[in-house]
């Protein structure tokens, strides 16, 4: 089975701009989660999509969106980016069975940096 | 959100044993995870335990989790200069698919 993929792995933008990443998730698996990863901060969750409806968020700013499409690839967007989004940006999938054991993987992160 | 502690550094020497230590705030926890981190990469997952369990074991790593207290470890047994790398430990709870992770442990092997 593939693992899951990040596109792009690096990206740089200015101040102002905005941003699309893309997370494919591994076949069969319909939850997406987002996290964003500083040195400051550590790993911080950003939101989840299930069955291409947010289940759950974290306290991030209406900045930062995402959506996912009917095969469970999905895209997070940073809007009017700032230079504190400079992160590494992971996603990983899980089955998404709620109550259940589940076990969350990771790709390997896109990398943003803001000028 | 949830508190998940970890110190933030530790270093061993090469074949001695790790111990990285966890505690986590919610009692409603249904599983536990270390997951590690190499540089510039995403995170693998290394193990887990169910909140029922006190141990675990899966070749050089033991868990060891203490629910009353809430902390969690793990111990790497003769540890590598390749086990050097960031080690987090995430819980998810049962209230949803949403798991919650430390701040990270970063291991430093001395050969």
């Known amino acids: 089975k593939a693992g899951v993929t990040q596109t792009p792995r690096y990206l740089i933008k200015t101040r102002g701009q905005q941003v699309t990443l893309s997370c494919s998730p591994i076949?069969?698996?319909?939850?997406v989660s987002w996290y964003q990863q500083t040195p400051g901060q550590g790993l911080q969750f950003l939101f989840e999509?299930?069955?291409?409806?947010?289940?759950n968020k974290g306290n991030f700013p209406g900045r930062f969106s995402g959506r996912q499409f009917s095969n469970s690839r999905s895209e997070m967007n940073v809007s009017t980016l700032e230079l504190g989004d400079s992160a590494l940006y992971l996603c990983?999938?899980?089955?998404?069975?709620?109550?259940?054991?589940?076990?969350?993987?990771f790709g390997p992160g896109t990398r943003l940096l803001v000028l | 959100g949830e508190d998940v502690e970890q110190s933030l550094f530790l270093s061993v020497r090469e074949g001695d044993s790790s111990v990285i230590n966890c505690t986590y705030t919610?009692?409603?926890?249904?599983?536990l995870y270390w997951y590690k981190q190499e540089p510039g990469a995403g995170l693998q997952l290394l193990t887990y335990?169910?909140?029922?369990?006190d141990m675990k074991q899966d070749q050089r790593l033991t868990v060891l989790l203490n629910k009353k207290d809430k902390h969690l470890s793990l111990r790497i047994a003769d540890t590598q200069t390749g086990d050097s790398a960031i080690y987090f430990c995430?819980?998810?709870?049962?209230?949803?698919?949403?798991?919650?992770f430390g701040t990270g442990t970063s291991l430093t092997v001395i050969p």
């Open positions: 999509y299930f069955s291409e409806t947010q289940r």
């Open positions: 076949s069969g698996h319909r939850s």
């Open positions: 335990i169910f909140s029922n369990m």
């Open positions: 919610d009692s409603s926890s249904t599983y």
């Open positions: 990983a999938s899980s089955l998404g069975l709620a109550n259940r054991q589940e076990t969350q993987y």
């Open positions: 995430a819980e998810m709870l049962n209230t949803g698919n949403q798991f919650y």
